[in-house]
């Protein structure tokens, strides 16, 4: 996987359309704030584990429906802001992904770090499977297993490559992080080619 080139396309499609990028994320930026505001007053305060699951179990279908947004945007697909809400329809199926997940890494974690880490890895496609089309929150799962196979060390030098943006997170949060959620929606849909050319052979 090229993360170079990945990462320069990320660029250039911000460069030329960081206006349509960026106000969906400011959106469910807008949003996380308003639903942490309201479970914060309404939880008591040394329950923080509780508080946080809850809070991204209810943000989860806004972080699909902003990978859908951005898939459809990169993809040159009619697309609009309603986008990122969408997946509020399908409550249950989000919110049985991100269950899943949360179980499945918790208890590879566990055992020993690194296997919470290398689960974490192995299921990172599972939203974006979801996200086209595949409604079986352990099957995104599964299948998220099968195309990472082979990639899962490349993922993660992927992700650390972004080390010194994480740096400046807090000074450019309103670019960094469209940047790298463009650049892993970019890297899907080249592990998706990978994929299928591999099948084929």
């Known amino acids: 996987m090229n993360r170079k080139e990945i990462k320069a396309e990320a660029k250039e499609i911000l460069r030329t359309n960081m206006g349509a990028i960026i106000k969906p994320y400011l959106l469910l930026t807008l949003t996380s704030l308003v639903i942490s505001w309201s479970i914060s007053e ?10 946080s699951f809850i809070f991204n179990l209810l943000l989860y279908p806004i972080s699909l429906g902003l990978i859908s947004y951005i898939l459809k945007f990169i993809r040159k697909k009619e697309f609009n802001k309603k986008e990122i809400f969408k997946f509020y329809t399908k409550f249950i199926l989000s919110a049985g992904l991100y269950v899943l997940i949360y179980i499945f890494v918790s208890l590879w974690t566990l055992l020993l770090v690194i296997p919470g880490i290398i689960a974490a890895i192995s299921y990172a496609m599972a939203p974006y499977l979801m ?3 595949n409604d079986d929150p352990l099957n995104c799962i599964t299948e998220s297993k099968k195309i990472m196979n082979g990639y899962k060390w490349d993922y993660l030098k992927f992700m650390f490559s972004f080390f010194w943006w994480y740096l400046i997170i807090i000074f450019a949060f309103w670019y960094v992080i469209p940047y790298i959620m463009v650049s892993e929606a970019l890297y899907y849909e080249e592990l998706k080619k990978l994929t299928l050319i591999n099948e084929t052979i």
């Open 42 to 51: 309404n939880i008591p305060k040394n329950i923080d584990i509780t508080l």
């Open 131 to 133: 996200v086209d089309g």
